[in-house]
């Protein structure tokens, strides 16, 4: 038998880092260049979908691409992912018009499915468990660079170069990345013989895009109570019915669905996909709040975000150390005592709390997801086979993407029933539309004293139960977290 080269591990860990970077950053520096590329190109009906179809085509095929890793092994997969992510960056500079960036952002999608789960599972198969535990410190905190740099990058590029741009910097970081993987990561050989779930896969793509769909584009493209509405639903949900018997009967299913019968993945699973709903209730509301309540200006209300990225990375580095000592259920209820107490102190926010006690409880939000988010992709890696590494990671992190998605929906929904509860049978007359008169100081000065008050206490109450919702998705979390096997001998079960 062939002997495998060694794998030259910090060189890989750098190559990843700069991988999952390129993949982080994409969402912030995008939103920075949004309104440049709109004047641009028109289109403005379509704004949501050049975020919608990235979204999209990387959480639907997150789970894919974790069972063809773990068949065909990471790096050739990776490369496939990676290489869609640069082609579709490369057309997305060349766009001509709304329509075009929306495809070419779906082929950007596409590969960036790839990315996260794979070069996470990566990570946990060239460390021990004690060495993973500590690196997922390093891989988190990409995630807090990148949302620091990411508006910064991105406004330079659009005030100095083009918007072109923004897209094609993301060339260089993924050859790089594709050359430190392809030259000093060396896995063993697999089996030649393969069985590939077709079926399951053309029916998980399908069943989760039409799902997806209707979430994202629900209330907008179409009234959610109309016949389209439920034919879509009904079609989605049917499909994926379908897929679980399939799966069920699959020689080599693309889900395996025993992985879930253990208890640390199904309630680690769970608990991600609560924590989805946390994070984009803070880091979508947050800032309109800041800006639009407080009246701050939006370097402000960045900085009360930012702080989430400065716990998340911090208590991921400090939870690698903590998992060996004190086992996963202590360290993942620790982070979910913090989401409870980072989501309390939003439901009692007041527009004279000030930006720093948003920033404070954005900071608590950020350790909670490091707290949780380390503990259970460290778990999980370590309860089973390398066989299923893959998959098993990709689970996890579909979960938490899948939360997120469910997320905008809901506290969508929330917000505006909200709001037109509050202008129901009030003497002024304003509508929805008229709260982003609230989100410049300019548009504030436009309008009255009264009017601007009268604005800022809707904007306010209805805001206040988004932040309820997401203090009960904090309290479920500690909930499903009670429910983890005690122990740190689970953390040894792949050694």
């Known amino acids: 038998m062939t002997k495998v080269k060694e794998t030259k591990r910090p060189l890989v860990l750098i190559a990843v880092m700069l991988a999952m970077f390129m993949s982080a950053v994409e969402a912030t520096i995008v939103t920075t260049a949004m309104p440049t590329i709109v004047s641009e190109l028109g289109g403005f009906s379509r704004y949501s979908w050049v975020f919608s179809s990235y979204l999209l085509m990387s959480t639907v095929t997150v789970l894919v691409y974790g069972k063809l890793a773990d068949l065909f092994g990471r790096k050739p997969i990776l490369f496939i992912g990676l290489s869609l992510f640069l082609l579709g960056s490369l057309l997305s500079g060349f766009a001509s018009s709304m329509e075009q960036l929306i495809a070419f952002r779906l082929l950007q999608g596409l590969g960036a499915g790839a990315v996260m789960p794979i070069a996470t599972t990566i990570v946990g198969d060239i460390y021990t468990t004690e060495e993973r535990a500590k690196v997922q410190g390093y891989l988190s905190s990409v995630w807090g660079v990148s949302a620091v740099l990411g508006p910064a990058i991105g406004g330079t590029v659009v005030a100095y170069l083009?918007?072109?741009?923004?897209?094609?910097?993301?060339?260089?970081l993924g050859i790089l990345a594709m050359i430190g993987i392809g030259f000093f990561l060396h896995e063993p050989e697999r089996e030649k013989k393969v069985s590939i779930d077709y079926k399951g896969a053309a029916l998980l793509m399908v069943s989760l895009s039409a799902?997806?769909?209707?979430?994202?584009?629900?209330?907008?493209s179409f009234n959610r109570s109309s016949v389209l509405s439920l034919g879509i639903l009904t079609v989605a949900v049917g499909l994926f019915i379908v897929f679980i018997f399939v799966e069920r009967a699959a020689k080599d299913p693309l889900m395996p669905f025993s992985i879930w019968k253990n208890p640390v993945i199904l309630y680690a699973n769970l608990v991600s996909f609560t924590?989805?709903?946390?994070?984009?209730?803070?880091?979508?509301?947050?800032?309109?709040?800041?800006?639009?309540?407080?009246?701050?200006?939006?370097?402000?209300?960045?900085?009360?975000?930012?702080?989430m990225s400065i716990g998340w990375p911090l208590a991921s580095s400090a939870a690698g150390h903590m998992l060996i000592r004190y086992g996963t259920f202590t360290v993942s209820?620790?982070?979910?005592?913090s989401l409870i107490i980072g989501s309390a102190l939003f439901v009692i926010m007041s527009p004279s709390s000030g930006p720093l006690w948003a920033a404070l409880a954005s900071f608590f939000i950020g350790v909670g997801m490091g707290l949780t988010g380390t503990s259970f992709v460290v778990t999980i890696q370590a309860v089973v086979p390398r066989k299923m590494r893959g998959s098993a990671t990709a689970a996890n992190m579909f979960m938490r993407n899948f939360g997120n998605?469910?997320?905008?929906?809901?506290y969508g929904a929330i917000l505006n029933i909200g709001l037109l509860n509050y202008f129901k049978g009030k003497e002024i007359n304003f509508g929805l539309e008229d709260v982003n008169l609230l989100l410049t100081e300019e548009s504030r000065q436009a309008l009255g004293v009264s009017e601007v008050q009268y604005l800022q206490k809707g904007l306010d109450i209805s805001l206040q139960w988004v932040y309820i919702g997401v203090l009960l998705f904090a309290i479920v979390s500690v909930l499903l977290i009670l429910r983890i096997p005690r122990g740190k001998e689970l953390l040894h079960a792949d050694d």
């Open 275 to 307: 924590t989805g709903f946390i994070l984009i209730g803070v880091s979508t509301y947050l800032p309109t709040y800041v800006t639009g309540v407080m009246e701050q200006p939006a370097i402000i209300a960045g900085f009360a975000l930012t702080s």
């Open 333 to 337: 209820f620790i982070g979910g005592i």
């Open 211 to 220: 799902i997806l769909f209707w979430l994202v584009e629900g209330g907008q």
């Open 162 to 172: 083009r918007w072109e741009y923004i897209f094609w910097l993301n060339i260089p």
């Open 405 to 410: 998605t469910i997320g905008v929906a809901f």
